[in-house]
Every structure is written in structure tokens, then in C-alpha cells.
């Protein structure tokens, strides 16, 4: 969901407490899943959405930069699996949690700046 459509539902909801919607208002763009206002009432959803993205940036090249070759090749892997939109299913597993949770947050670091 974008910050946009969010956005759009926040003044979705105002403007129907005044018995009018953003359908009254031609220019104006509408939001695509009118039942997500969930997401406004939802603050760990909100939370996710509203990441620092040059922080989040910033932290993935670091630690890209430090991958071993293992390492690097699994997020070839499955970002390579992710964007050719395969069905397939990758289990991190090993020693320790750091290695992984290391990993895993590079895959999504990954994964969001490659949209």
C-alpha cells in the first residue's frame, strides 16, 4: 500500500463525515482498495510503512559490502528467485541467529530497493 493511497483513505473517511467522498471530485484520483482503511486503524502496519528509505539503503549496501560469498550467493538466489516471480521456497538455517537475521535483512533490504 502507498503512502498516497493511504492518504487518499484518510481524506476518503473525512470528507464522508461531511456526507461527501473524493467520488465528488472528478480530478480527483480515488483510492485502489477502498476496504484497506484497516491499515489506518493498524499502528504496527503504519510502522512498517513509514521506514526511512535512504536509511534503509544505506543499511543494505553495508552490509551487502561485508557478505561473504556464501552469503552473497544465497541473496543471489533468492532475489534472482524473487524477481522472475519463481514459486520457490528457500530455508536459511545454521549456527547462530546473527548469520541469518544478517542475511534476511539484506533479502529485504534487497527486495524493497528493487521494486
Same mark, same amino acid.
Given at each position: 500500500? =502507498?503512502?498516497?493511497?493511504?492518504?487518499?483513505?484518510?481524506?476518503? *473517511?473525512?470528507?464522508?463525515?461531511?456526507?461527501?467522498?473524493? =467520488?465528488?471530485?472528478?480530478?480527483?484520483?480515488?483510492?485502489?482498495?477502498?476496504? $484497506?482503511?484497516?491499515?489506518?486503524?493498524?499502528?504496527?502496519?503504519?510502522?512498517?510503512?513509514?521506514?526511512?528509505?535512504?536509511?534503509?539503503? #544505506?543499511?543494505?549496501?553495508?552490509? $551487502? #559490502?561485508?557478505?561473504?560469498?556464501? *552469503?552473497?550467493?544465497?541473496?543471489? *538466489?533468492?532475489?534472482?528467485?524473487?524477481?522472475?516471480?519463481?514459486?520457490?521456497?528457500?530455508?536459511?538455517?545454521?549456527?547462530?541467529?546473527?548469520?541469518?537475521?544478517?542475511? #534476511?535483512?539484506?533479502? #529485504?533490504?534487497?527486495?524493497?530497493?528493487?521494486?
Amino acid at each position: 500500500m =502507498t503512502l498516497q493511497n493511504l492518504v487518499l483513505l484518510e481524506i476518503e *473517511q473525512l470528507l464522508q463525515a461531511n456526507q461527501r467522498s473524493l =467520488t465528488d471530485y472528478p480530478s480527483m484520483p480515488y483510492p485502489e482498495d477502498a476496504n $484497506c482503511r484497516t491499515y489506518l486503524d493498524n499502528s504496527l502496519i503504519l510502522a512498517e510503512l513509514n521506514y526511512n528509505n535512504q536509511e534503509l539503503r #544505506s543499511e543494505f549496501e553495508h552490509l $551487502c #559490502s561485508q557478505m561473504t560469498d556464501e *552469503q552473497a550467493s544465497i541473496y543471489n *538466489q533468492i532475489v534472482e528467485a524473487v524477481n522472475k516471480d519463481e514459486d520457490d521456497m528457500f530455508f536459511l538455517y545454521g549456527y547462530g541467529v546473527n548469520p541469518k537475521l544478517y542475511l #534476511s535483512n539484506a533479502i #529485504s533490504g534487497g527486495l524493497i530497493h528493487n521494486k
